[in-house]
């Protein structure tokens, strides 16, 4: 008698034969890897030779006394301590620029949302004038423009004419510190293509829908905007936010062209980067300079860390 059990199909069917489990998916081989970090080869020797190095190289130097013709000296801190014990003009130009960013990124975010609720509406020829209000973004970091500020706000310049013709006596508002670091306030506010142009984009993602249900409940303009509109928007307008506060800090040339590079007059438009270019580039104390651009660094991430630290109590996503 034969030990071995056979299975039969059950009566009127066919036995079926049985199907192979699924072959597994292969795996990338290496081939595939060595080509893909082929490509990505110019991309990180850019990172290593254009970035990476650069920045370690600006900290160590930070540390030194470098002033581009000698070798570098070891300095320890000294340059650190030498900018807030013994260098007026560096808190000069902390003093400015802590000012132009206070005013500008909420005054440019203001404007810049109001024309982008108004280019929301429906109207003929919106993408033209959508485009027109985005042309200052393109034109106001150029020298040129900056030159053209300038020479608005001069003596002779269009503003006082202006005031002229209403019998309004006018100044050189460039030349006076009372009003020279508000007309680059100003230049600044005129920029306000980009983050309009963001905020037109998250204004197009709000549903209409509840626009109608606020108007049925009896909400006006205002009140649909400050209901429906802001926080829906607060995610845009973070970004934004943070995107300003780092760009004014990084300003430079405005104040280069129209103070023709000194920050005057009495220093009243002497930005940080501006301090920061006379130091290492007209003074030759690159290991300052160093120092003084890792300050900023520094500066930058604590106002984003602050940012992001608060956004967890205004601003809305809908997943939450």
């Not at 009566?11 to 990505?40: I, K, M, N």
């Not at 690159?286 to 930058?300: D, E, P, T």
Request: proline share 7%; glycine share 8%; no cysteine.
């Amino acid at each position: 008698m034969s030990t071995s059990t056979e299975i039969s199909a059950p009566a009127g069917r066919e036995p079926t034969a049985e199907v192979p489990p699924p072959a597994p998916r292969p795996r990338p081989g290496r081939r595939t890897d060595r080509v893909a970090y082929l490509f990505l080869l110019p991309w990180f020797t850019g990172l290593l030779l254009l970035t990476a190095a650069p920045l370690l190289g600006s900290l160590y130097l930070s540390f030194t006394k470098f002033n581009l013709l000698q070798s570098p000296h070891w300095n320890g801190f000294g340059n650190y301590v030498k900018m807030f014990t013994d260098d007026p003009r560096y808190l000069q130009s902390l003093k400015v620029t802590f000012i132009y960013v206070a005013l500008t990124v909420p005054l440019q975010l203001g404007f810049a949302l109001a024309v982008a609720v108004m280019l929301n509406r429906p109207m003929r020829g919106m993408a033209l004038y959508r485009s027109i209000y985005y042309i200052p973004s393109l034109l106001g970091g150029s020298v040129a423009i900056a030159v053209i500020w300038g020479q608005l706000f001069d003596d002779d310049g269009v503003l006082n004419a202006f005031l002229a013709f209403f019998g309004v006596g006018g100044r050189s508002w460039i030349s006076n510190p009372d009003t020279a670091l508000y007309t680059l306030v100003l230049l600044n506010i005129w920029q306000f293509g980009s983050p309009m142009v963001i905020f037109l984009a998250g204004l197009k993602q709000i549903p209409q829908e509840l626009y109608d249900a606020a108007s049925v409940d009896g909400a006006n303009a205002w009140r649909r905007f400050w209901s429906v509109t802001v926080p829906l928007l607060t995610p845009i307008i973070f970004f934004n936010v943070v995107l300003q506060i780092i760009q004014a800090f990084q300003a430079f040339t405005p104040a280069y062209v129209v103070s023709g590079g000194s920050g005057g007059p009495s220093d009243s438009t002497l930005f940080y980067t501006l301090y920061l270019y006379q130091q290492g580039f007209t003074n030759l104390n690159m290991g300052y300079a160093s120092a003084m651009a890792w300050v900023l660094l520094l500066i930058i991430a604590i106002f984003t860390l602050i940012n992001f630290g608060l956004a967890r109590r205004w601003v809305y996503y809908e997943d939450r």
